[in-house]
C-alpha cells in the first residue's frame, strides 16, 4: 500500500506544473554536503563542548558529584533522511566523557554516547520569501552509558546522575545545537533572490513561487526567475503551453537545476538590442570582398545599378524576441528581422539602401557554464526564409541571394552574436552552490544543470 502511495506522490510532484520558471530539486548528496559544512562553519562542537562544561542554571548540584567537567566531545556523526510533505529529519550522533570526583575521593569517568534527533520542517520564511528550516521536536537519546565505577558500587549514584543530570541537561545542552546549524544553512539561502546583473542591459532575480514541497528523495523548490530590463521593464515570461519537468530517470539522491526555455527566452531578448548591428568591413572572414561587384554575381540588377564596384554596409535588425526552442539533446536561437544592404553612390559618401530583405533564421546553441554564469555559443542552422522587402535596383529573385545571405550570416553576423552572449545569464545564488562541475543536458523544453557537491 505504501509504494502505491509513494508512486502516486512521485507522479504528483514530477508532473507539477512549473512553467514558466525554473526548478531546483536537492537530493540528499547536495543536503548532506550543505549540513556538514554548516555544521564545520558553525563551529558548533567547540559551542557544545563549552556549553556542556557550563553549569547549567535550575540544575541543582549532584550530590555526592564535585568538579563535574565536560571533556572529549566526539565529532558529530550526521544523518539525514527527508521525511515527505514536513522536511527533513536530522540525527547527530556525538558523545562526551564526563568527569567529576565521587564523595568517596574517587576520580570518577562517564562516556555517554547520544543521539539528538529532530525534524528540520521546511518552510517559507514569509519576511524574505526564502526556503528555510525550523526545528521541532528535538530529543537527545542516550545510545550507551559506561562509567569506571563497578558496577555494584554507587549504582544509587550513577543512576540519579542519570536520570536527574543527562536526562534534564542534556537536551537543553544539546537542542540548541541544532538550531545553530540550521541558521547557517537558512542564511545560505540569503542571496537567491539577489539582484544579478546581466551586462548592462539588466537583472535577473530568481523567487519562490511556492512552498518547496519535500518528497522521499528530494526537495523541491519551485523558482520564477525576474528578468527586467535596466530602465525597469520586467519581461514576461511567455507560458510555452508546455510542462516543464525533469526527466525521470536521475539517480536517487542527486540534485539537479531545470532552467525552462521561457526563462532563456526572456534573457535573451534583453539583449535583443544588442542583437542589432552595422557592419561596413570590406573584408570578413572567409567571404568574398564586401562590394557591389560581388553581389553582381548573384543580382544582375546591381551591375546595372553600380558600374563602379562599391564597398557594402550591412544592417541587420531584429524586430521580434529572440526565441529558443528545446528538444531533447538539441536547442536553437531564433531571429527574425530585416537585413539591409547600402552603398555609396557615384561619387557621394551617402549611402543609399540597395534592398531591404526579411529574414528569419536560426542559430545552434551550445551550453557550458563558466563560474556562476550560464553560457551559449552558437553557430549557424540555417536560413529559413528570405523575402524582399523594398528595393532600389528594381525587382530581383531574391531566393538567389540564400547562399550569399547564409554565408554572410555565419561569417559576418554570428561572431557579434557571441561576442554579445559572452556576457552569461547568472545562474541560481543558493546554499554557497558552486556550478564548476555541472553537466548539462538538453530537454524537452528545458536545460538541466546536473548539481555537484564539491
Ligand atoms: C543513534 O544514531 C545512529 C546513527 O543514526 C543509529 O544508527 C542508532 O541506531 C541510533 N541509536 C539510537 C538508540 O537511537
Ligand atoms: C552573498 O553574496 C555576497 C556577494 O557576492 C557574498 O559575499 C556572500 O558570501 C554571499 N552569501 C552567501 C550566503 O552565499
Ligand atoms: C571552480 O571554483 C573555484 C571557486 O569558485 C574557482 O576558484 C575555480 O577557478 C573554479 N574552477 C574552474 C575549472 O572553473
Known amino acids: 500500500m505504501l509504494w502505491l502511495l509513494y508512486l502516486a506522490l512521485c507522479r504528483l510532484l514530477t508532473d507539477t506544473r512549473a512553467d514558466p520558471g525554473a526548478l531546483l530539486r536537492l537530493g540528499m548528496d547536495l543536503m548532506n554536503h550543505e549540513v556538514q559544512s554548516a555544521m564545520d562553519e558553525s563551529h558548533i562542537l567547540e559551542k557544545m563542548a563549552a556549553e556542556a562544561g557550563k ?12 568538579d563535574l567537567k565536560v ?40 562516556i555517554v554516547v547520544l543521539n539528538i534527533t529532530a525534524t528540520n520542517r521546511l518552510l517559507q520564511d514569509e519576511e524574505t520569501g526564502l526556503p528555510m ?94 528578468v ?11 507560458d510555452a503551453g508546455e510542462e516543464l519537468r525533469l526527466p525521470k530517470d536521475y539517480i536517487e539522491g542527486s540534485s539537479q537545476l531545470l532552467l525552462s526555455v521561457t526563462s532563456l ?5 534583453l539583449l535583443k538590442k544588442s542583437f542589432n548591428v552595422k557592419i561596413r568591413d570590406k573584408k570578413i572572414g572567409q567571404l568574398p570582398p564586401q562590394t557591389t561587384k560581388t553581389l553582381a554575381g548573384f543580382i544582375p540588377e546591381v ?17 521580434k524576441p529572440p526565441k ?64 524582399r522587402k523594398s528595393s532600389s535596383i528594381g525587382a530581383f529573385n531574391e531566393q538567389g541571394l540564400t547562399g550569399f545571405i547564409t554565408d554572410y550570416l555565419q561569417e559576418a553576423y554570428v561572431p557579434v552574436v557571441n561576442d554579445v552572449l ?18 548539462l543536458d538538453i530537454v524537452e523544453n528545458g536545460l538541466v544543470l546536473n548539481l555537484k557537491s564539491e
Open 55 to 66: 553549569q547549567q542554571p535550575g540544575v541543582k548540584p549532584i550530590k555526592g558529584i564535585t
Open 71 to 110: 571533556k572529549d566531545v566526539l565529532v558529530p556523526v550526521i544523518t539525514l533522511n527527508f521525511v515527505p510533505e514536513v522536511g527533513i529529519y536530522q540525527c547527530v550522533s556525538t558523545g562526551m566523557t564526563i568527569t567529576g570526583k565521587s564523595f568517596m575521593g574517587g576520580y570518577m569517568e562517564i
Open 133 to 226: 528550516f525550523k526545528s521541532e521536536g528535538c530529543e537527545v537519546i542516550l545510545v550507551s552509558v559506561k562509567t569506571n565505577l563497578p558496577s555494584n558500587m554507587l549504582p544509587k549514584v550513577v543512576n540519579k546522575f542519570l536520570d536527574s543530570t543527562l536526562h534534564k541537561v542534556l537536551p537543553g545542552m544539546m537542542c540548541p545545537a541544532i538550531d545553530a546549524v540550521l541558521v547557517y544553512v537558512n542564511k545560505k539561502w540569503a542571496n537567491l533572490s539577489a539582484l544579478m546583473s546581466v551586462g548592462q542591459v539588466g537583472t535577473v532575480k530568481y523567487v519562490l513561487s511556492s512552498i518547496p514541497v519535500t518528497t522521499a528523495s528530494y526537495i523541491q523548490v519551485n523558482l520564477n526567475p525576474v
Open 228 to 238: 527586467q530590463q535596466q530602465e525597469g521593464n520586467t519581461i514576461i515570461l511567455s
Open 265 to 269: 527566452t526572456a534573457e535573451l531578448t
Open 303 to 319: 551591375a546595372h545599378a553600380y558600374h563602379k564596384s562599391k564597398h557594402l554596409a550591412t544592417k541587420i535588425k531584429i524586430n
Open 324 to 387: 529558443v526552442t528545446m528538444k531533447t539533446g538539441k536547442s536553437q536561437l531564433h531571429l527574425h528581422g530585416t537585413l539591409e544592404m547600402s552603398a555609396t553612390r557615384r561619387k557621394g559618401k551617402v549611402l543609399s539602401s540597395l534592398f531591404l530583405l526579411e529574414i528569419h533564421f536560426n542559430l545552434n546553441i551550445q551550453y557550458s557554464v563558466h563560474g556562476d554564469r550560464l553560457q551559449m555559443v552558437t553557430s549557424l542552422n540555417r536560413l529559413l526564409s528570405l523575402s
Open 422 to 439: 559572452q556576457v552569461g545569464f547568472p545562474l541560481p545564488d543558493f546554499l554557497g552552490m558552486n556550478y564548476n562541475r555541472t553537466e
